[in-house]
């Protein structure tokens, strides 16, 4: 079986920290293909279990246009603080950060090579209309 050292884990996370630094740090828009496939349709069994009993997508096509032209973060803190309705805050921000994966693939934005991440660039990311 092969095994990396932690060196080389550690370097190879560094590196991927660094690409996704460059990319993110200018701004994108959530055209951009910001998450990727997988990471959606992890969100969707999240949003399945914890969010799709409350809101439909449908939910999202009437309040998207309020969202326009701000930042991601800002949608992911508003879910984060809200969501789920009887226990706001209670699931790990990955799965905060996959669910709005899952919304953007639903909303028909595209996906991409890089995972969304909750702590790399999502203030640098934009709404834009699909």
Known sequence: MFRLSGKVLSAMALLSALSISAVYGQQLTVKDGVF????AETGR????THCGTCH???FYADIW???QDKP??????AIVAEMPAENPGSL????????????????GYPAGES??????????INIVAP
Do not use: C, H, P
């Open 92 to 107: 790990l921000d990955s799965e905060y950060t996959d669910i709005v994966a899952y919304i953007l693939s639903e909303r």
């Open 65 to 67: 246009e309020y969202w």
């Open 56 to 58: 439909d997508m449908k």
């Open 115 to 124: 995972i969304l991440d909750r702590y790399n660039g999502l203030d640098n």
């Open 36 to 39: 990727t496939q997988s990471q």
């Open 45 to 48: 069994v999240v949003y399945d």
């Open 72 to 77: 991601l973060l800002d949608f992911w803190f």
